[in-house]
């Protein structure tokens, strides 16, 4: 009897792990980011892999419909057009489900694109495979990479959702200045404020 029970506690454990394994781990800062291959607004398909001069990257999880990512939607085409120029790629991705948010749709990803002039490529995270790897909990979700891919900074833009004119700390372009010096950004990790992405449970 004793032995049944040890084999059923094993035989649990071994199914329990087998579960875990399927849930990737959220990078920390330190870990290489995995490339991905996604479709843009402009039907062009992108990777990290495409910018072989790339300085850094800057991934931004982000949405049409988010009030929060709205907010940032300037800011992020801002930052895009003013650190190309010194080697840092932007690579916006929507990771949301449009069955659960038909506004951030890839159709109507296209038409918010064209309406705002998005300077950087706007990608569809179709199949919600990219943003679980990375982490992303919340519209905007920054994660900052090296020319390695290497995870540098994770969190916010910068301390102020409300009001660019008001920011104080800007995280973002403080790490990626200390990535420029040589220097560990710090804060490292900031607090990624936003709405919640969405996806089937």
Do not use: W
């Not at 801002?78 to 690579?91: E, N, R």
Request: net charge positive; proline share 5%.
């Amino acid at each position: 009897m004793k032995k049944l029970a040890s084999l059923l506690v094993l035989t649990a454990v071994f199914v329990v792990s087998g579960f875990a394994t399927d849930v990737p781990t959220p990078y920390k800062i330190g870990d290489k980011a995995t490339d991905f291959r996604l479709k843009s607004v402009d039907g062009k398909m992108y990777s990290m892999a495409d910018y072989k001069d790339a300085k850094g990257f800057i991934v931004v999880f982000t949405c049409n419909h988010c009030p929060f990512a709205v907010k940032y939607e300037d800011r992020i085409n801002d930052l895009s057009k003013k650190y190309k120029s010194k080697g840092y790629i932007l690579l916006a991705i929507n990771p949301n489900d449009p069955a659960l948010e038909p506004t951030d749709s890839y159709e109507l990803m296209k038409v918010r694109a064209k309406e705002k002039g998005f300077a950087f490529p706007y990608l569809f995270d179709d199949g919600q495979k990219i943003y679980p790897q990375y982490g992303a909990t919340k519209t905007p979700h920054v994660f900052l990479l090296d020319k390695n891919q290497i995870v540098k900074y994770i969190g916010a833009i910068d301390d102020n959702v409300d009001s660019a004119a008001d920011v104080k700390e800007k995280y973002l372009e403080n790490a990626i200045a200390a990535l420029e010096s040589g220097r560990t950004p710090s804060p490292e990790t900031t607090k990624a404020i936003g709405c919640s992405i969405k996806a089937k449970k």
